[in-house]
């Protein structure tokens, strides 16, 4: 079976996933299908192989991040607090 119909005939309707989430799954399968380039079957679904799919899924990812130019422009300087200077400013 492939993933495409688990989604399709199983999960969605068993789920009542609503149509604009069913869409998202089957984008996700659809890069899944990029990266092993044929369909993807339900015997894919294996620690290795969906550790190769991540790996190759974040570089993807980071390459088009880093093609757009960005250098951490607008970021500024505040850190997890919430506050400027990061987490030591908000415990003087």
Known sequence: MT???LLLERYAP????????????GQTIDRLEQFLGRVAVLEDFTD?????YLRWRADAVW?????????GQ???SFGRSGQPGGPQAAHP
Do not use: E, N, P
């Open 3 to 5: 993933i495409r119909d």
């Open 14 to 25: 068993l789920r009542g996933l609503k149509d604009r989430s069913v869409v998202i799954f």
């Open 48 to 52: 290795l192989q969906m550790a190769k």
């Open 63 to 71: 390459q088009a991040f880093a093609s757009t130019g960005h250098r």
């Open 74 to 76: 607008g970021q500024g």
